[in-house]
């Protein structure tokens, strides 16, 4: 399996500061057919299934704020909130889905310093 | 627009079974994948397995293989996840999610309780 690590468990920003959340696979997601790293970023709240945010490791879903951003490639990935709003507070994971199992970070709890 | 509904919260006793299911609609159910993820109380997601409607190919994670078994009726475009012996350790949040991980079911509670 491929094993998603992802750091830190958890985060406490101020309004209005970023947010850094990293995300490392134990293998490359890359596909070099396509040049494409198989990672989603997602958002959960409190009774909520998990929302995508990026796909493709940067690429924002359609109605994501911009302040949401993602960034890597291969094995080493980053979700970016630049300026945090109160909204944001929420559980963040990564997912691979390169390979079958598909799996998950373990999670980053971000909340309002 | 595609949606996932998934059965309603159930409470069980260790040993019993059960079959959870997850209704689709707004899409070609037999041309998307359908993966079921469980979440524990307070932890993290994890990848049980998927199923392919057209043809019914499964594939489990190895940590849920012979645990639990996902299956499919084409014909009401629903799709299943059932045990047949429950655990304590079973009790969970359980979501089901189309292939491009989009689309999510609204979740079932699963309690697992003597």
């Known amino acids: 399996d491929i094993v998603m690590t992802q750091s830190p468990e958890s985060l406490a920003v101020s309004l209005g500061e970023r947010a850094t959340i990293n995300c490392k696979s134990s293998?490359?997601?890359?596909?070099?057919?396509?040049?494409?790293?198989?990672l989603i970023w997602y958002q959960q709240k409190p009774g909520q299934p998990p929302k995508m945010l990026i796909n493709w490791a940067s690429t924002r879903e359609s109605g994501v704020p911009d302040r949401f951003s993602g960034s890597g490639s291969g094995t080493d990935f980053t979700l970016t909130i630049s300026s945090l709003q109160a909204e944001d507070v929420a559980l963040y994971f990564c997912q691979q889905y390169y390979d079958i199992p598909y799996t998950f970070g373990q999670g980053t709890k971000v909340e309002i310093k | 627009e595609v949606q996932l509904v998934q059965s309603g919260a159930e409470v069980k006793k260790p040993g019993e079974s059960l079959k959870i299911s997850c209704k689709s609609s707004?899409?070609?159910?037999?041309?998307?994948?359908i993966g079921w993820v469980r979440q524990m109380p307070g932890k993290g997601l994890e990848w049980m397995g998927l199923?392919?409607?057209?043809?019914?190919?499964?594939r489990y994670s190895p940590s849920f293989q012979g645990q639990v078994t996902i299956s499919v009726d084409k014909s009401i475009s629903t799709a299943y996840l059932q045990w047949s012996s429950l655990r304590a350790s079973d009790s969970a949040m359980y979501y089901c999610?189309?292939?491009?991980?989009?689309?999510w079911g609204q979740g079932t509670l699963v309690t697992v309780s003597s």
């Open positions: 707004g899409y070609s159910f037999t041309n998307y994948w």
């Open positions: 199923i392919y409607p057209g043809d019914s190919d499964t």
């Open positions: 999610t189309r292939q491009d991980l989009r689309a």
């Open positions: 293998q490359s997601v890359l596909y070099s057919s396509n040049s494409k790293s198989y």
